[in-house]
């Protein structure tokens, strides 16, 4: 496991056999967006094409963070693989329901209240 922070966002893998846990924590914006992509860039390089996004602690996401998990939906499906979304609430709720960029997603669950 490592974990990596600049500017507003922390982002810490878990990694397993051919899968992985991504926790976000912070700012998915145009500033931190490419630490994210980078993270999941390494990961399919890795052969890791299962990936969770945990997004529990995500406190704002704009149209470049969610483009770079979109991107990397589109990496791992052409690869038999699949990016899930759990702990989904705020900002990011609210912009993949006004979207419609829900169903780009293999899986999208909402935080628990």
């Given at each position: 496991m490592y974990v990596q922070e600049v500017?507003?966002?922390n982002v810490e893998v878990q990694r397993g056999d051919c899968d992985a846990l991504v926790r976000l924590t912070g700012d998915l914006d145009k500033l931190t967006a490419p630490l994210l992509k980078d993270a999941l860039v390494q990961l399919f390089t890795e052969g890791r094409v299962q990936i969770v996004i945990d997004a529990g602690e995500l406190d704002f996401c704009d149209s470049s963070g969610l483009w770079v998990l979109v991107e990397h939906q589109r990496r791992v499906s052409a690869h038999a693989g699949s990016l899930?979304?759990?702990?989904?609430?705020?900002?990011l709720q609210r912009v993949l329901d006004v979207t419609?960029?829900?169903a780009a997603f293999d899986r999208v669950v909402p935080a628990e209240l």
């Amino acid at each position: 496991m490592y974990v990596q922070e600049v500017a507003d966002l922390n982002v810490e893998v878990q990694r397993g056999d051919c899968d992985a846990l991504v926790r976000l924590t912070g700012d998915l914006d145009k500033l931190t967006a490419p630490l994210l992509k980078d993270a999941l860039v390494q990961l399919f390089t890795e052969g890791r094409v299962q990936i969770v996004i945990d997004a529990g602690e995500l406190d704002f996401c704009d149209s470049s963070g969610l483009w770079v998990l979109v991107e990397h939906q589109r990496r791992v499906s052409a690869h038999a693989g699949s990016l899930g979304i759990v702990g989904v609430h705020g900002v990011l709720q609210r912009v993949l329901d006004v979207t419609g960029l829900k169903a780009a997603f293999d899986r999208v669950v909402p935080a628990e209240l």
